[in-house]
C-alpha cells in the first residue's frame, strides 16, 4: 500500500504540487494579514515581545489591549478555514481520481456533493465516540478543576485512551470512505461509510496503514522540532516550509495506498 501511493504520487506529482502550492498560498495570504495587523497593534510593545518569544501570560495581557482586532482575526481565520474546508471537498475527490486514472476536474465534479454529504454523515461515528472519550476522561477525573501538577493531569486522561483509539480508527474509517466513493465512482456516501466501517473494523491492514502514517508524522515532527530549534527567522520558515511539503507527501501517499486496498478488494 505504501509503495502503491507512492507510485502514485510519483505519477502525478505536479497535481499534487498544485495542490499543495494553493493551500501554501491561502495559509501565508492569512500570516501576512496577522502579522501586519498585529504588527501595527503591537509591533513597540515589550509585552507582546515577550509574548511572541513563547511567554504565554505575557502574550495573553497583550492581547487584551486590542480584543476587537483579535476577535475580528479569529473570525476571519475562521471564514478562511471554512472556505478551503469547501474547497477540498472538490480537491479531494480531485486528487483521488487522479491517483485512480480519471480526469482530475470529472472526478472532482463527479464526487464534490458525495464528499460534503459524506462529512456531515462522519459526524455520527465521530460524536459518539468522542463522547466515549469524553466520558472516560470524566470517570478518571479529567474533567476536575485543574490540577497543579501536570504530570498528574495527563494521568487523569487515561480513561479517554479507549475512546481516542475510537476516534483515530473512525478518522481512518472516513478517509477510505472517500477513497470507496472515488473508487467506486459513487455518490452514495452513507453507504460508502459504512462499507469503509467495515472494512477498518474486520481487517487489520487500514488501522496498520494508519498507523504506519501517524509514525511518519511523528518522525517528521520530531525531525522539525531538532532542525529548527537553533532557527530563527528566514531559515526558520525554510524549514517550516519544507517540513509541511513533506508532511503533505506523506499525507498523498498514505491516500494513494488507501485506494489502492479499495480498489483490490
Known sequence: MVAAGARALRAWWRIALGIYLAEAAVALLFTLVVWRTLGALYGDRPLFDRGVAGDATALALALKQHRSAVVALAWAGGALVLGWALLSFYLGPGLLGAFAGRAFGTAARRQFWAFVRLSLWSLIPLVLTLAIAGIGAHLTGATDPPVVDRWRALATLRGAIPGLLLVAAVACAIDYARADLVARDATGAGRALLRALRLTFTSPLPIAHYVVYGLALAA???????????????????????????????????TGGQLELVRSR
Open 220 to 254: 517528521l515532527a520530531a525531525l522539525y522540532l531538532v532542525a529548527g530549534a537553533p532557527l530563527a527567522g528566514a531559515f526558520l520558515f525554510a524549514v517550516r516550509q519544507l517540513f509541511l511539503a513533506a508532511r503533505f507527501a506523506a499525507r498523498a501517499i498514505a
